[in-house]
């Protein structure tokens, strides 16, 4: 069963425009990851946060974590058309295993 | 690029024919895992492997059996297709030296059973 639940389940916004999406889970995790996947294509890695960090930047993608709640979040600042994607959060728990979610699909319209 | 393909590509096969499915890397890793991605499902995990011939099964692993017989290759094998089979499967590795939580993907493979 689905650890992650993203959310929303898809988004469209205006090339530069920042793009927020949340995931959610029910259990006690090591890590938290998110992946972005283009149309017909394979999982690319975008971005690993452990549970003891709360924020975590690489270039354009700020990820935030907040155990407490079991959330975390997404935000793609300057989206880019080529932003356009379907990206999946993914949990690991003590079986150090990834258990997707069923992902987002965002639309970035030029 | 982790160095990892996937064959056939694409495939279709009618309902009780056995199917094998390749995943091959080219960098040595340990870890090598097989999902099945279906709409409404994301990915899941059907078995994984932590070195040669050592197998575990994952999540959705019923109708479904993997090799290992060398590093580089990885085989899944569904011994009779069923049509609740049809999906897109990918491979992944993990890369111990950049953590190995994090997992890196094939292209896939799309698999239809008539």
């Known amino acids: 069963s689905q650890q992650g639940e993203e959310d929303p389940q898809a988004l469209s916004i205006q090339e530069g425009e920042n793009a927020t999406m949340n995931c959610s889970y029910k259990?006690?995790?090591?890590?938290l990851q998110w992946y972005r996947q283009n149309s017909g294509r394979g999982l690319v890695h975008l971005i690993l946060i452990r549970s003891n960090e709360r924020e975590k930047h690489s270039g354009r993608l700020r990820v935030t974590l907040d155990t407490s709640k079991k959330s975390s979040s997404l935000l793609i600042t300057a989206s880019r058309a080529a932003d356009t994607a379907s990206y999946f959060c993914a949990t690991v728990g003590a079986n150090s295993k990834l258990t997707f979610g069923k992902g987002i699909t965002l639309s970035v319209r030029p | 690029d982790a160095g990892i393909t996937q064959s056939p590509r694409h495939k279709v096969t009618e309902t009780g024919t056995p199917v094998t499915l390749r995943c091959h890397q080219t960098e040595n890793h340990r870890y090598m895992y097989w999902y099945r991605q279906d709409p409404g499902h994301g990915l899941r995990l059907i078995h994984y492997s932590y070195g040669v011939k050592d197998t575990d099964k994952g999540e959705v692993s019923d109708g479904y059996s993997v090799s290992r017989s060398k590093t580089e290759d990885f085989l899944l094998t569904l011994e009779s297709a069923t049509s609740s089979q049809t999906s897109v499967y990918f491979c992944?590795?993990?890369?111990?030296?950049?953590?190995?939580?994090?997992?890196?993907f094939g292209p896939g493979t799309r698999l239809t059973v008539l």
């Open positions: 259990t006690s995790i090591n890590n």
């Open positions: 992944a590795i993990s890369e111990v030296s950049r953590g190995p939580d994090t997992q890196y």
